[in-house]
């Protein structure tokens, strides 16, 4: 079946520095690749998503990119502040945004001030 | 503000027990999905349902099973539970052209 890796697990990095979350994805026919952030005691909330046909996508200071080729994507966040801190996860579906999706196990993303 | 509610934030039950969880969402959404969230391991898929009454097996079905009886409404049933089961359970809504809404999740222990 269809499978998401997400590295590092864990990432720390200085408030205003920049951080990057990659991905990678198994099935070819993904064709929707949404990004979740979960804060302590919360659900997952979407932040941002991007289709096959675009190879990047930027809302204020976090971007995705995507290599279909290589089969990867990424998140980026710039100009870090302390309420970026959270577990993040990347997913991929061959269906739709709203049908099934696979998760990544996870990147828990600390703020140093 | 639309919202996915999870009846309960904690739950405590033993071994063998029948387990009930509810989810209801006020958004009239299609799709309704159960995934269990377990440290290193993501957020993996047991069961979802696109229509009222209809289900299909997600990725760990296995000790699971659902019931969808009305759209608002999508319950996961524990049938034995066992310890391997201990883990937080969230639900998420969606419709088409929308992403997922999760509720904030239950986390249940079994003892």
């Known amino acids: 079946g269809e499978n998401v890796e997400q590295h590092p697990s864990t990432l720390s990095v200085q408030e205003g520095d920049s951080a990057v979350i990659k991905c990678t994805y198994s099935?070819?026919?993904?064709?929707?690749f949404p990004w979740y952030k979960q804060e302590l005691g919360k659900g997952p909330q979407l932040i941002i998503d991007?289709?096959?046909?675009?190879g990047e996508k930027k809302d204020q200071r976090i971007a995705v990119t995507l290599n279909k080729t290589a089969k990867h994507f990424s998140l980026h966040i710039t100009e870090t502040q302390p309420e970026d801190s959270a577990v993040y996860f990347c997913?991929?579906?061959?269906?739709?945004?709203?049908?099934?999706?696979?998760f990544g196990s996870g990147t828990r993303l600390s703020i140093r001030p | 503000d639309v919202k996915v509610t999870q009846s309960s934030r904690y739950l405590v039950k033993r071994t063998g027990e029948k387990v009930f969880l509810e989810c209801v969402q006020d958004m009239d959404h299609e799709n309704m999905f159960w995934y269990r969230q377990d440290p290193g391991l993501g957020l993996r898929l047991i069961y979802f349902?696109?229509?009222?009454?209809?289900?299909e097996k997600g990725d760990i079905p296995e000790g699971y099973s659902v019931s969808r009886e009305k759209k608002e409404r999508f319950s996961l049933i524990l049938e034995s539970a066992s310890t391997n089961q201990t883990s937080m359970y969230l639900c998420?809504?969606?419709?088409?052209?929308?992403?997922?809404?999760f509720g904030s999740g239950t986390r249940l222990t079994v003892v």
């Open positions: 349902s696109y229509d009222v009454k209809m289900k």
């Open positions: 099935d070819s026919a993904s064709n929707y």
């Open positions: 997913a991929a579906s061959k269906y739709s945004s709203a049908s099934k999706i696979i």
């Open positions: 998420a809504s969606s419709s088409t052209g929308n992403g997922y809404t």
């Open positions: 991007i289709r096959s046909n675009v």
